[in-house]
């Protein structure tokens, strides 16, 4: 009989004896795995997670209690237990349950988290409002090691042991030794020092306790067994790091030990200061194909249970991560300047080859955008050709080092932006969708997209071959299947290219939406409608002699990308042409809203935005009318 069907809120589990607990916890791997087996999803990091969601939701009492994930994708097992299993098997599908945690569709979950090491920062902020209104629940959050090399993390560190104010927060450090890949850096060979702190927890307790009541001088002799215990622990123990925060610390412990996780969870509940326990567990627990491959089932598609292997059929086509990795390699074989930097995604980037070809020039810092830029252009002062490898939304949280340290004296750093536009699945907090408008707000920024695989490589040696910054984003997924042309061909900078002409619209467009604008113009053709099709490939600098010789014999112009509207690639066709003194044409910009998508599969959301061939014949047809 099945417990878990019985569950519908921390309430219900707390109903249940411990002894009950493990079958909870064997049941709800089993969900995980049967439901991410066909939507596909964060399913190794989650698997890990089971024992420390049925832990804090029997001790504490949500959502009075604030528990914050950091990052939400291990946060399945929460999901499960707070009202939402009937809805499980919408996980990340179009209209269904987003796969982070997300305030809009729970009250458990106390704050949105899709990129890492916001829970400590968030945490403090909702324990220092609770104290302004005396209000007494406490704040849990929940952070990953992967999290931990970023120094947002430690910013909240930093503010929360201010023993100028008392601040009521427990951090958990759930320790896989991962993040999407295996950690990197001293402070991950440092974490990963474990051994069993638990008498001397005890010990220390008690000798406290027992100095403290000697008369006069038992304070005195309190503080300096402290600290003698504290150069003892400096040796054994991750603890010194976080209790120079101020941190009282507390392990590591075994993070797959139910009783012993409720036990710690229990005692410390009732401190009043900052608390950090460091847990220990593995990622993928319980289903052995994840245990075995952590890194491939960290974010899988859909997957046959039994074997762990996936369920799409063989493509032959390479995905443009595929491409990039590989003429990067190529590349270098011809430049040993050329360096390759990426924030805790080898894999992720295509650079796992790279890594592994040239590994004295290739960087992976961590979950640390920021340090990455500013690295990177570190490295490009010295003549070296630093090629920064991140998702278009990770790199959100470089702009700053993207301004102040490389395109302000107009350093060379190459930036390859994987997983431009729409992302899918993972919705609102991954699709890439303001990289365009950002960038070439920029002085000294160069900023290109690529239509198919070809563009792609001639864009990287182009890139590699300038003396400024300079962008490539490109998207998610399979290429076009278009033939590998050999040998690589740098472009011209800001030149764009006549793929189609007519007379009655002119169509602009930019990466992937010159494809859909090619198909667009031959549907359009069957209604006696000629499209003249242009492939921009630059959003920065615009081919403006090309615009505005276009402009003066075309009255409808449209202009196409997956990118927000505002301040994008069409809006920057519009000042182009309003500089130039152009005038006497309509012009349509389709593009996403002002607005955060959802999540759900690439091809339904470029239909439902209109970013698909019917939808560029949609909007024509519109204009034409």
């Known amino acids: 009989m099945s417990l878990l069907d019985n569950i519908n809120s921390p309430a219900d589990l707390k109903q249940l004896d ?23 999803g964060h399913l190794a990091s989650s698997l890990g997670a089971v024992e420390l969601a049925i832990a804090i939701h029997y001790v504490f009492d949500l959502p009075e209690d604030k528990l914050i994930w950091d990052v939400g994708h291990q946060a399945y097992a929460h999901k499960l237990l707070t009202g939402r299993r009937d809805q499980f098997d919408t996980l990340r599908q179009h209209g269904g349950l987003s796969g982070f945690t997300r305030k809009s569709e729970s009250p458990y979950d106390a704050f949105s988290t899709g990129h890492s090491s916001t829970s400590i920062s968030a945490g403090l902020g909702i324990a220092c409002a609770k104290k302004i209104k005396n209000e007494s629940s406490k704040v849990i959050a929940v952070i990953g090691d992967g999290s931990m090399t970023a120094g947002l993390a430690y910013e909240g560190l930093n503010q929360a042991g201010d023993t100028h104010k008392d601040k009521d927060i427990i951090v958990i450090l759930n320790d896989n030794d991962m993040s999407i890949s295996q950690n990197v850096g001293a402070l991950s060979s440092f974490l990963s020092r474990t051994f069993s702190a638990r008498k001397l927890q005890e010990l220390r307790k008690d000798l406290g306790a027992f100095l403290k009541w000697l008369p006069k001088i038992g304070d005195d002799v309190y503080q300096i067994a402290k600290r003698s215990e504290e150069s003892f622990k400096t040796f054994v123990t991750p603890g010194m790091l976080f209790e120079a925060f101020n941190f009282e610390y507390f392990g590591p412990i075994d993070g797959h030990r139910l ?52 369920t799409c059929e063989y493509n032959a086509i390479p995905s443009y991560t595929d491409v990039f990795g590989k003429t ?35 960087f992976d810092v961590g979950i640390a955008e920021q340090h990455g830029v500013t690295f990177a252009a570190g490295l490009a002062t010295e003549g070296l050709k630093p090629v920064v490898a991140i998702y278009s939304t990770f790199l959100q949280r470089g702009f700053d080092q993207i301004i102040h340290d490389v395109c302000l004296e107009s350093l060379p750093v190459v930036f390859a932006i994987d997983r431009g536009g729409l992302v899918g699945e993972d919705g609102p907090t991954h699709h890439g969708l303001f990289d365009l408008a950002y960038l070439r707000s920029l002085p000294n920024m160069v900023v290109m997209a690529p239509r198919d695989e070809n563009e792609l490589r001639r864009m990287l040696l182009t890139a590699v071959e300038h003396t400024g910054p300079i962008a490539i984003r490109y998207p998610r997924g399979r290429g076009t299947g278009v033939e590998i042309v050999d040998p690589i061909r740098p472009f011209s900078i800001g030149r ?127 204009m034409m009318s």
Do not use: W
């Not at 411990?18 to 596909?40: C, F």
């Not at 615009?547 to 075309?554: E, F, I, Q, R, S």
């Not at 910009?589 to 209109?610: M, Q």
């Open 18 to 40: 411990r002894s009950q607990l493990p079958q909870i916890a064997e049941e709800i791997r089993k969900v995980i795995v049967e439901v991410v087996s066909r939507t596909g």
């Open 259 to 310: 009783t012993h996780l409720i036990d710690i969870l229990s005692n410390i509940k009732h401190l009043n200061e900052p608390v950090l326990l460091h847990v220990t567990t593995k990622k993928g627990k319980g289903y052995r194909p994840a245990e075995e491959n952590p890194v491939y089932f960290h974010g899988c598609g859909s997957f046959h249970i039994e074997t762990g292997n996936g």
């Open 328 to 362: 990067m390699v190529e590349l270098a074989a011809r430049d040993e300047r050329i360096i390759a930097v990426t924030a805790a995604m080898p894999e992720g980037t295509g650079l796992s080859a790279f890594a592994k070809r040239y590994p004295d020039r290739f």
């Open 496 to 622: 764009a290219q006549v793929v189609r002409e007519g007379r009655d619209v002119l169509l602009l467009a930019m990466g992937r939406c010159v494809t859909d604008s090619i198909n667009a113009s031959e549907i359009l053709k069957k209604d006696g409608i000629a499209a003249t099709v242009v492939n921009c490939r630059y959003v920065k600098p615009l081919d403006e002699d090309l615009l505005v010789k276009l402009a003066a014999t075309h009255t409808r112009i449209i202009t196409v990308e997956e990118n927000v509207r505002q301040g994008g690639f069409g809006s920057a066709v519009l000042e182009c042409l309003h500089d130039a003194g152009c005038t006497g044409f309509t012009l349509k910009r389709i593009g996403l809203p002002d607005a955060f998508v959802e999540h759900g599969s690439p091809d339904a959301l470029r239909t439902k935005y209109g970013l698909d061939a019917d939808g560029i014949v949609r909007s024509t047809l519109e």
